[in-house]
């Protein structure tokens, strides 16, 4: 069974940087987007950036200029490196494929970004 797996949260101070790894285990063809999403306490999830094999990249306008996604499409990985971190980017931070034609919906287990001085 594919199972995406994320990497790379944890403790930051704000100004600071880290870098969310995720790679999709097993075999998987076909990815159409990948990306990031988020999910603060008390809040709805929110798209934080995508790679889609056709449109490209997008980007919330509050992570502009300071995320980057980046995907390897022959290893079915996707990073997302976060610099200059604020307290506002604290949540769990999950990773999702979308497979061609919309054949699936998957979502990693997701990682804790904390920012606090």
């Known amino acids: 069974q594919v199972q995406l797996v994320e990497s790379g949260g944890g403790l930051v101070q704000p100004g600071g940087s880290l870098r969310l790894s995720c790679a999709a285990s097993?075999?998987?063809?076909?990815?159409?987007?990948m990306g990031w999403y988020r999910q603060a306490p008390g809040k709805q999830r929110e798209l934080v950036a995508t790679?889609?094999?056709?449109?490209?990249?997008t980007y919330a306008d509050s992570v502009k200029g300071r995320f980057a996604i980046s995907r390897d499409y022959a290893k079915n990985t996707v990073d997302l490196q976060m610099n200059s971190l604020k307290p506002e980017d604290t949540a769990v931070y999950y990773c999702?494929?979308?497979?061609?034609?919309?054949?699936?919906?998957?979502w990693g287990q997701g990682t804790q970004v904390t920012v606090s001085s």
């Open positions: 999702n494929a979308v497979g061609k034609w919309g054949l699936y919906d998957l």
């Open positions: 097993g075999s998987i063809g076909n990815i159409q987007i």
């Open positions: 790679d889609n094999r056709i449109a490209g990249t």
